[in-house]
């Protein structure tokens, strides 16, 4: 199985980390390796709002690894930093969409694993990887074994920002599985070890899933008061798909207050567009939908069935829910769809995201 | 008191979101000097239906009770304000409600969020420092 290799290096941490040769160090090996963590760092800062960057940056730092690892009589550390390479790219992949490509590059990952220097922290850290790249691969359960292990590596290693990061997401998936109420304690749990101005994306990422977890849960009025806060602490220089995100989560308790998100969520769903996050978009014409079939104005249906056509043609859809969108546009065509069923297929969109097993209508039987 | 306490504390067993809805409905009615029939027939709303809401019978539907604050000119937010000052229990995905009033997870959820907030304050002024 993917990741088997890592998990057992994690679990034996066999060869104890070489200590860097100082005595045989290189000058120019040392620039190359300073310039390769720079960009390592700058791919780590670029993937969540410019991934096709990321992979470029990701590209840039694994050439400059490889020629190290590659040298004569290389050290075991520079298949480590090689390792870290190929874990950046896989993810920088993953977030890009690309998943054959990520997990190429999460095998290669693994081969500079075995052949480097058995380092725990980049056991630890590609676990971390390899457990986002099983939830995109809607391997959500295979996912949560997986952060399991590397939050135990970093417990083990005494990391405390790899602890509170794997944390969070821990929280994360289990609020996509439908676990709010456990994913609202690992998020407790990560606050224990967040430190705000150094895991800034991590206490954001926290805020939003714990909002999305008050509001499934029914407490639409924190939720709301949170995101509001959590948009002003991103500020104008924030991350502009997680503004999104945060407008668009705040858009939905609104409607579950009672507002018409209309005007909002077309904002929204062409943003998402824009960005190229068509599943989000697909999800987001389910609200739109929704709101229309509300006030039964079932022209715009209609209208909103033919704007759907960009979402049916990206890779990003699978088969499962590409048949439920299917059928929900042949119903928006006949201006016939009812709020249960639109509710139904965006619980199933959101459901299957992660979790590739679902089947549509399971639930209903 | 946060939104997120268990309010009324000491108030025999756990109320249901739909009572609670129900009562502040209730108290809305008579300070607005409406009937709920009344209301039913301009709201076009079968007999006995809105009775029903303000008694907290049945399962709440969410459609009639929006229509009827926007015919009161209430806020959602406002009335579930008012909801959750009553100590607003209720079933998982009822609005604004959330878990019943004596789940011991209210206490900590209610924590977690001055929490978050700290956090989220530390954030922000990070951010204006550095757009100065």
Same mark, same amino acid.
């Given at each position: 199985?993917?990741?088997?290799?890592?998990?057992?290096?994690?679990?034996?941490?066999?060869?104890?980390?070489?200590?860097?040769?100082?005595?045989?160090?290189?000058?120019?090996?040392?620039?190359?390796?300073?310039?390769?963590?720079?960009?390592?760092?700058?791919?780590?800062?670029?993937?969540?709002?410019?991934?096709?960057?990321?992979?470029?940056?990701?590209?840039?730092?694994?050439?400059?690894?490889?020629?190290?690892?590659?040298?004569?009589?290389?050290?075991?550390?520079?298949?480590?930093?090689?390792?870290?390479?190929?874990?950046?790219?896989?993810?920088?992949?993953?977030?890009?969409?690309?998943?054959?490509?990520?997990?190429?590059?999460?095998?290669?990952?693994?081969?500079?694993?075995?052949?480097?220097?058995?380092?725990?922290?980049?056991?630890?850290?590609?676990?971390?990887?390899?457990?986002?790249?099983?939830?995109?691969?809607?391997?959500?359960?295979?996912?949560?074994?997986?952060?399991?292990?590397?939050?135990?590596?970093?417990?083990?290693?005494?990391?405390?920002?790899?602890?509170?990061?794997?944390?969070?997401?821990?929280?994360?998936?289990?609020?996509?599985?439908?676990?709010?109420?456990?994913?609202?304690?690992?998020?407790?749990?990560?606050?224990?070890?967040?430190?705000?101005?150094?895991?800034?994306?991590?206490?954001?990422?926290?805020?939003?899933?714990?909002?999305?977890?008050?509001?499934?849960?029914?407490?639409?009025?924190?939720?709301?008061?949170?995101?509001?806060?959590?948009?002003?602490?991103?500020?104008?220089?924030?991350?502009?798909?997680?503004?999104?995100?945060?407008?668009?989560?705040?858009?939905?308790?609104?409607?579950?207050?009672?507002?018409?998100?209309?005007?909002?969520?077309?904002?929204?769903?062409?943003?998402?567009?824009?960005?190229?996050?068509?599943?989000?978009?697909?999800?987001?014409?389910?609200?739109?939908?929704?709101?229309?079939?509300?006030?039964?104005?079932?022209?715009?249906?209609?209208?909103?069935?033919?704007?759907?056509?960009?979402?049916?043609?990206?890779?990003?859809?699978?088969?499962?829910?590409?048949?439920?969108?299917?059928?929900?546009?042949?119903?928006?065509?006949?201006?016939?769809?009812?709020?249960?069923?639109?509710?139904?297929?965006?619980?199933?969109?959101?459901?299957?995201?992660?979790?590739?097993?679902?089947?549509?209508?399971?639930?209903?039987? | 008191?946060?939104?997120?306490?268990?309010?009324?504390?000491?108030?025999?067993?756990?109320?249901?979101?739909?009572?609670?809805? $129900?009562?502040? @409905?209730? &108290? =809305?009615? !008579?300070? *607005?000097?409406?009937?709920?029939?009344?209301?039913? %027939? +301009?709201?076009?709303?079968? $007999?006995?239906? @809105?009775? &029903? =809401?303000? !008694?907290? *019978?049945?399962?709440?539907?969410?459609?009639?009770? %929006? +229509?009827?604050?926007?015919?009161?000119?209430?806020?959602? &937010?406002?009335?579930?304000? *008012?909801?959750?000052?009553?100590?607003?229990?209720?079933?998982?995905?009822?609005?604004?409600?959330?878990?019943?009033?004596?789940?011991?997870?209210?206490?900590?959820?209610?924590?977690?969020?001055?929490?978050?907030?700290?956090?989220?304050?530390?954030?922000?002024?990070?951010?204006?420092?550095?757009?100065?």
């Amino acid at each position: 199985m993917a990741g088997e290799v890592i998990r057992r290096a994690h679990l034996s941490l066999a060869k104890p980390p070489a200590a860097a040769t100082a005595a045989g160090d290189d000058p120019g090996d040392r620039a190359r390796e300073r310039r390769c963590r720079e960009l390592l760092e700058r791919c780590f800062e670029e993937v969540s709002h410019h991934p096709a960057r990321a992979v470029l940056t990701a590209r840039k730092a694994l050439r400059l690894a490889r020629d190290l690892a590659a040298e004569e009589a290389a050290e075991p550390r520079w298949a480590d930093l090689e390792g870290q390479a190929w874990g950046a790219l896989a993810n920088a992949e993953r977030v890009a969409a690309d998943l054959d490509a990520a997990r190429e590059a999460m095998a290669r990952a693994e081969g500079c694993l075995v052949a480097g220097s058995g380092d725990p922290a980049l056991a630890a850290r590609l676990l971390d990887l390899q457990a986002s790249l099983d939830r995109s691969s809607g391997r959500l359960e295979d996912a949560l074994g997986r952060i399991d292990d590397a939050i135990a590596a970093y417990l083990r290693l005494g990391q405390r920002a790899g602890l509170a990061r794997t944390l969070v997401k821990k929280g994360v998936y289990l609020a996509h599985a439908g676990d709010t109420e456990r994913a609202v304690e690992v998020i407790h749990q990560a606050f224990e070890h967040l430190v705000p101005r150094e895991d800034r994306r991590s206490v954001l990422a926290a805020t939003q899933c714990l909002a999305f977890c008050l509001h499934r849960m029914g407490y639409d009025i924190p939720a709301a008061q949170l995101v509001d806060q959590a948009l002003v602490a991103v500020g104008e220089s924030g991350d502009a798909v997680l503004v999104l995100r945060l407008e668009w989560l705040r858009v939905r308790i609104r409607m579950s207050l009672g507002h018409d998100g209309e005007a909002e969520l077309r904002r929204i769903r062409d943003a998402l567009l824009e960005e190229g996050l068509i599943y989000d978009a697909a999800i987001a014409c389910l609200d739109l939908a929704t709101c229309y079939a509300r006030r039964r104005r079932l022209p715009d249906l209609q209208k909103l069935a033919l704007e759907m056509f960009p979402v049916f043609t990206s890779r990003e859809i699978h088969r499962e829910a590409l048949a439920a969108l299917l059928l929900l546009r042949d119903q928006l065509s006949g201006g016939r769809a009812e709020v249960p069923f639109l509710e139904e297929i965006r619980a199933f969109l959101e459901d299957s995201r992660y979790d590739r097993r679902r089947r549509f209508r399971d639930a209903a039987g | 008191m946060t939104a997120l306490e268990p309010a009324g504390a000491g108030h025999a067993g756990p109320t249901s979101m739909e009572e609670v809805v $129900g009562r502040t @409905l209730a &108290e =809305l009615l !008579a300070e *607005r000097r409406v009937k709920a029939m009344d209301l039913e %027939r +301009r709201l076009d709303l079968p $007999g006995g239906s @809105l009775e &029903e =809401l303000v !008694a907290g *019978r049945g399962s709440l539907d969410l459609e009639v009770l %929006r +229509r009827v604050l926007t015919l009161l000119g209430v806020a959602p &937010e406002s009335f579930f304000a *008012r909801v959750f000052a009553q100590g607003g229990g209720g079933a998982a995905g009822s609005p604004a409600g959330g878990p019943a009033a004596d789940s011991p997870g209210r206490h900590q959820v209610a924590g977690l969020l001055d929490r978050v907030r700290s956090a989220l304050l530390e954030i922000g002024s990070e951010v204006s420092r550095s757009d100065r």
